[in-house]
């Protein structure tokens, strides 16, 4: 009932006319739906999305969110979160970004957080910049802090030093010394 056509095997020559080979793409056309884009493609590799560029004549003021690629080439003055984050020669980024892997060639006023932070030798940045691994090329102007840390892409990001009221310790001997101070009698006496 079926047969395995032989028109795409090297070295075959059709034994039928014109309309033999019409009346099979017919056949053919009969037996898959006309629109293939309803079947799913279960055999193709899910590709990569390409970067997101963000041109040199284009200014963004918000904050900018995804799970794929940025490259900025021009202006943006907001937070921005990525992948991975290239920041251009020419670019300028006004604000906090955090991405698993920020290379910057340009300029970055703002608190950078990556797992994997490259400066390269164009690289101007001003203000902390939290990593896991970071590379600072010969060149980079950098000011501002330094700070490795595990998961620097977890929120907050810092850890700040309590102040000496607020920490425990120091609670404590506050809390400790009128108790002491009234079991001498010479504090203020409870009644």
């Known amino acids: 009932m079926f047969s395995k056509s032989k028109i795409n095997e090297p070295g075959h020559k059709p034994a039928?006319?014109?309309?033999?080979?019409?009346?099979?793409?017919?056949?053919?056309a009969k037996t898959r739906p006309a629109?293939?884009?309803s079947m799913p493609l279960t055999h193709a590799p899910?590709?990569?999305?390409?970067?997101?560029?963000l041109s040199t004549d284009l200014t963004i003021t918000g904050n900018l969110r995804t799970t794929g690629d940025i490259q900025v080439e021009g202006t943006?003055?907001?937070?921005?979160?990525?992948?991975?984050?290239?920041?251009?020669?020419?670019?300028?980024?006004?604000?906090?970004?955090?991405?698993d892997d920020i290379v910057v060639t340009g300029r970055v006023v703002g608190k950078v957080r990556g797992l994997k932070v490259r400066l390269t030798s164009t690289a101007k940045v001003e203000g902390d910049i939290i990593h896991k691994?970071?590379?600072?090329?010969?060149?980079?102007?950098?000011?501002?802090?330094?700070?490795?840390?595990e998961d620097p892409l977890s929120?907050?990001?810092?850890?700040?030093?309590?102040p000496a009221a607020a920490q425990p310790g120091a609670?404590?001997?506050?809390?400790?010394?009128?108790?002491?101070a009234a079991a001498k009698g010479n504090g203020p006496a409870e009644g």
Request: net charge negative; aromatic share 2%; hydrophobic share 35%.
């Open 46 to 53: 899910k590709s990569k999305a390409p970067a997101s560029v």
């Open 16 to 28: 039928g006319d014109a309309d033999k080979r019409a009346e099979t793409a017919a056949g053919a």
């Open 155 to 162: 929120n907050g990001g810092t850890r700040r030093a309590a």
């Open 76 to 99: 943006v003055q907001g937070d921005i979160r990525a992948h991975l984050l290239t920041v251009g020669e020419g670019a300028t980024i006004e604000g906090e970004i955090v991405a």
């Open 35 to 37: 629109d293939d884009s």
């Open 133 to 149: 691994t970071i590379a600072i090329e010969s060149g980079a102007h950098f000011e501002g802090s330094v700070q490795r840390q």
């Open 171 to 180: 609670q404590q001997q506050t809390a400790a010394r009128p108790q002491a």
